[in-house]
């Protein structure tokens, strides 16, 4: 790969007040490494996500309602999928039983982010316990979310840039890389719905680094969620279709699903094609591979 690697680094976390000290983090399950993508490979891999156009999901759907009481809502940001999509409204990827039709096979990763991905899974090999990368584990998922703000009919922007706490329940180490404003990444311990949860460790994330998290702590036992993303200037990332919408800052995550979990729509249930037929209608208008998707609905006889 082209470019000067900095030397890899343990991860020097902004502790915040009461939070507990996590020295030798990058041995423990936790890696930081800024300027990880150099500038060329930073453009190349922006013009590869350029042509992609991300769409809203709603959080529920007919066949996936929502708990009583609970109301139906759109997620707080554009998102884009690549080796596959995990709509909302399927619910997400989440063994040992939430693995049937969850993951519709989608695009592939395009070159330049597969480079970077090959780099990042010699880092994952070379730095974390054995024990903690599951056979057959391989990068095979991408999340592209689109940070930033959404422009009201009246012109106002509302700021919904943030994650809340949560889990990814993929097995084996998360990567992800992130681009544009920095952002305020937290691991929190949350005990009790009831009851505050308490920050562990936090680190901003700054554009063109990496950070690679897994293992029983980082992965499995604390949550993990994005507090806010900076907006220091006007620097936004025009022409990546995301109308009515102001991004700031791309965040691009990593993941594992097995390949037997990832399956195309047409062999999914019925209700559930119906379910989310509308996404990938809006999708195929702009995808090759999503038109092909559709057709393939029809041909099988599916909704």
């Known amino acids: 790969m082209s470019g000067r ?27 930081y490494r800024e300027n ?49 999509w995990q709509f909302a409204c399927l619910n997400y990827y989440h063994p040992p039983k939430g693995i049937e039709y969850r993951c519709v096979r989608a695009e592939p990763f395009p070159a330049m982010m597969q480079a970077l991905v090959d780099e990042i899974t010699e880092i994952v090999h070379n730095n974390f316990d054995p024990r903690d990368i599951p056979r057959g584990w391989e990068l095979n998922t991408c999340l592209i979310n689109y940070y930033g703000s959404q422009i009201a009919p009246d012109g106002k922007r509302i700021d919904v840039a943030r994650v809340g706490e949560h889990k990814d329940f993929e097995p084996g180490p998360v ?79 990593f993941r594992y699903v097995p390949r037997e979990h990832i399956q195309p729509l047409a062999r999914f249930p019925r209700e559930l094609q119906s379910d989310v037929r509308p996404y990938v209608e809006e999708l195929s208008r702009h995808s090759d591979f999503f038109a092909d998707t559709l057709k393939s609905l029809l041909f099988s006889g599916g909704v």
């Open 36 to 84: 990880f993508v150099t500038p060329a490979q930073r453009e190349r891999l922006l013009d590869e996500v350029r042509h992609y156009h991300p769409i809203w999901e709603m959080r529920f759907s007919e066949h996936n309602p929502p708990p009583p009481g609970v109301p139906q809502r759109r997620l707080l940001r554009p998102v884009y999928w690549l080796g596959n």
């Open 175 to 253: 990567a992800s890389i992130s681009f544009g404003q920095r952002a305020l990444f937290q691991f929190v311990a949350s005990e009790d719905k009831q009851k505050q949860s308490q920050v562990v460790l936090q680190q901003w994330l700054d554009d063109s680094s990496l950070q690679i998290f897994g293992g029983d702590k980082f992965k499995k036992r604390l949550f993990h969620r994005v507090q806010r993303v900076d907006q220091k200037d006007d620097d936004l990332f025009e022409g990546f279709h995301t109308p009515e919408f102001e991004t700031r800052r791309l965040n691009f995550t």
């Open 5 to 31: 690697r900095p030397s890899h680094r343990s991860f020097r976390p902004n502790r915040a007040p009461g939070a507990r000290s996590t020295s030798g983090a990058s041995s423990s399950g936790l890696i």
